[in-house]
């Protein structure tokens, strides 16, 4: 008997006039992946201060104070140039919801900058160290890590596919680059014999972006696309290459101040290429309607329960 043969070919996945499914993310350049980068910035920068206080490099300490008092101040200045108005960031203050990304980023924003300024300025007045000891101990034990880590989860709370669909690997990718941009910093502004912990963690930085970055784009498949081509890509490519060479000089400078120094600014430039080319790869996925279509369509086929309950029986 001959086999039956379908007539009617597949259907290909369309948009209506070939328009976005989503509304892409209206974030600016370089508004907000320059806070993106300052806030990770300032909260790694906060625990490696804490942690080389209670081990008696106080040299390292004071570098790592003030890194975490200017970035966090810089970067509340990127975010308020970024919502358009001084007022809009204090009208997010109204409300604490914990079950938002925003809400909680931004009251974690305004403690880890008061918590921090005070023990920058209690390290550089040399008054009231008991006050400025608590206070960045209590910033790297609370306020630091937040800070290194709820921007990622900011952007995987929304609906755009390259980002939501990364929420396993990308807190850890920005975790990663948060301290080994510290680890610049504090290479970059600390006697030698007080940088060690400093060169520790910026290696240790690296590694953990890369790895994180290199398993997510491997995981996603079609919708990691953005993260290897276009502008996102290059972007992306850039900060990985930046990233591995800025890990390995860490590691092989010795006492040459140059590679050090290299090393410093390999990291900064790569963790600040990284955030640029994650906000570019998330617009990217925005705009093509095939990153929201197609994993929707494959989970349907593979019948996967769908990400929003059902509504409960009245």
């Given amino acids: ?127 009231l160290r008991p006050a400025g000891d608590a206070a960045i101990l209590v910033a790297g034990l609370t306020t630091g890590p937040v800070m290194a880590t709820y921007t990622a989860v900011l952007l995987a709370d929304t609906a755009v596919p390259a980002w939501h669909d990364a929420h396993r690997e990308l807190p850890f990718m920005f975790a990663g680059s948060a301290l080994a941009s510290a680890g610049a910093a504090g290479m970059l502004a600390t006697p030698r014999a007080q940088a060690g ?57 010795g006492r040459s101040r140059a590679l050090t120094a290299l090393s410093g600014l390999a990291l900064t430039a790569g963790s600040l290429y990284l955030r640029f080319g994650a906000l570019e790869a998330g617009k990217a996925s925005a705009a093509d309607p095939k990153y929201t279509v197609v994993p929707q369509r494959r989970r349907l086929e593979a019948a996967e329960p769908a990400s929003v309950p059902p509504p409960s029986p009245s």
């Fill in 1 to 127: 008997m001959k086999q039956e043969q379908a007539m009617v070919p597949e259907a290909e996945f369309r948009s209506y006039y070939g328009q976005p499914v989503i509304k892409a993310p209206v974030w600016h350049e370089p508004h907000m992946p320059v806070y993106l980068y300052l806030g990770g910035l300032s909260g790694a920068a906060s625990v490696m201060g804490a942690m080389a206080g209670l081990t008696g490099y106080d040299r390292l300490a004071l570098t790592a104070r003030v890194t975490a008092a200017l970035g966090a101040a810089a970067g509340a200045g990127f975010l308020v140039a970024e919502l358009g108005r001084p007022e809009r960031f204090l009208n997010m203050l109204r409300i604490f919801k914990p079950s938002s990304p925003m809400s909680m980023g931004s009251w974690t924003l305004a403690a880890h900058s008061t918590l921090t300024a005070a023990a920058a300025a209690s390290a550089l007045a040399t008054v």
């Fill in 197 to 253: 912990p400093a060169r520790a963690v910026a290696a240790l930085g690296a590694v953990a972006e890369t790895v994180a970055g290199i398993v997510m784009e491997r995981r996603l498949g079609l919708v990691g696309e953005p993260y290897r081509q276009g502008r996102g890509g290059r972007l992306m490519r850039t900060a990985r290459a930046l990233t591995v060479s800025g890990g390995l000089l860490t590691a092989v400078a």
